[in-house]
T-cell receptor, first 113, second 114 residues
Framework: DAGVTQSPTHLIKTRGQHVTLRCSPI?????VSWYQQVLGQGPQFIFQ???????GRGNFPDRFSARQFPNYSSELNVNALLLGDSALYLC????????????FGDGTRLSIL | QKEVEQNSGPLSVPEGAIASLNCTYS??????FFWYRQYSGKSPELIMS????GDKEDGRFTAQLNKASQYVSLLIRDSQPSDSATYLC??????????????FGKGTKLSVIP
């Protein structure tokens, strides 16, 4: 079975642009979460979605938004990109959300010039 | 501010030894606890989950949880060079209204010396 898939793998943008990152969960998983990981730090929680509804939001500015589709895939949008947004963006899925184990995709490495 | 603390290391152990990784968390309401392994340049891989006090064993890995002390640990027996990675401790807290937030420590870098 396929794991969590994310696209694109790498992305280079300039300041002020916007970006859309995509994620497909493990088949049968209904919850998707997004994380940002900068070098030397653990992943930091951005959003959690379950059954297309936002179930949690981390301490990120409104420039960050996300949604989940009826097929449980998800996208993360970031507007007005800043240099500090350069990071590895990770998507994780779990069967039912809540406190169940989350499984990560390979991530999207975003570089802002 | 809910925190998860880990010693950043590096922790160096000889091949075949036991590696002991430790983690403390600040919020007593934390409900579930996970250990992830992350190789350099890769994404985190779930290796253990534990929900109740005591020990949980899976192959060479043992997770230990003590909620009274707000402490969770991971033991790796018969350490192999392939175990060299950063180990992330993660804790889930019910933030209310069905919202669960997974909070990570900064990770402990483990080096297993052949």
């Amino acid at each position: 079975d396929a794991g969590v898939t994310q696209s694109p793998t790498h992305l280079i943008k300039t300041r002020g642009q916007h970006v859309t990152l995509r994620c497909s969960p493990i088949s049968g998983h209904k919850s998707v979460s997004w994380y940002q990981q900068v070098l030397g730090q653990g992943p930091q929680f951005i959003f959690q979605y379950y059954e297309k509804e936002e179930r949690g939001r981390g301490n990120f500015p409104d420039r960050f938004s996300a949604r989940q589709f009826p097929n449980y895939s998800s996208e993360l949008n970031v507007n007005a990109l800043l240099l500090g947004d350069s990071a590895l963006y990770l998507c994780a899925s779990s069967l039912l959300g809540g406190n169940q184990p989350q499984h990560f995709g390979d991530g999207t490495r975003l570089s802002i010039l | 501010q809910k925190e998860v603390e880990q010693n950043s290391g590096p922790l160096s152990v000889p091949e075949g030894a036991i590696a002991s990784l430790n983690c403390t968390y600040s919020d007593r309401g934390s409900q579930s606890f996970f250990w992830y392994r992350q190789y350099s340049g890769k994404s985190p891989e779930l290796i253990m989950s534990i929900y109740s006090n005591g020990d949980k064993e899976d192959g060479r890995f043992t997770a230990q949880l003590n909620k009274a002390s707000q402490y969770v640990s991971l033991l790796i027996r018969d350490s192999q060079p392939s175990d060299s990675a950063t180990y992330l401790c993660a804790v889930t807290l019910d933030s209310g209204a069905g919202s669960y937030q997974l909070t990570f420590g900064k990770g402990t870098k483990l080096s297993v010396i052949p």
